[in-house]
């Protein structure tokens, strides 16, 4: 009966571990994204798989009181023009293609304007590379966003 039950648990275990591993496989999950210049943290972000593509939404704004109001989108144009920012889809149609995701926009809250992006990730999974870029990925900007466990 003990080996049994040590058994179990080793299978637990290993069952645990394929999960988490699986996890780091593919951008789902909480993100959080750095300020380019400052290296501050300003956002959580979260990414789903909806429809079988990624779509990431700006989970949370990470402003103190004393940094003032929520931010809205001022610049964006249609539906989302003043939307809050806080709880926006801004990530959409990206399909996993060999070991990046690719095919998908960002919208820019800051600007308003929409861009090509590409997700692949880096240091087993803790970290995303997000490249923003317009008509080919050399004409663009990447961030680092790092996983939240």
């Not at 069952?15 to 300020?35: E, L, M, R, S």
């Not at 308003?112 to 870029?133: A, F, N, T, W």
């Amino acid at each position: 009966m003990r080996k049994l039950s040590t058994r179990s648990g080793s299978a637990a275990l290993l069952a645990i571990c394929v999960h988490a591993q699986a996890a780091n496989d593919t951008p789902v999950g909480h993100w959080k994204t750095f300020d380019d210049d400052t290296g501050k943290a300003t956002s959580i972000i979260e990414i789903r798989i909806v429809g079988g593509e990624l779509q990431g939404w700006i989970d949370k704004i990470l402003k103190t009181p004393e940094e003032g109001a929520l931010p809205t989108c001022t610049l964006c144009k249609g539906k989302l023009k003043d939307a809050p920012v806080q709880g926006m889809r801004f990530i959409w149609g990206l399909r996993k293609e060999g070991d990046e995701w690719t095919g998908g926009e960002v919208l820019d809250p800051e600007n308003g304007k929409i861009y090509r992006v590409q997700m692949s990730l880096e240091d087993e999974g803790r970290q995303l590379e997000v490249r923003g870029y317009i008509g080919i990925p050399l004409l663009g900007r990447t961030q680092t966003w790092e996983r939240i466990e």
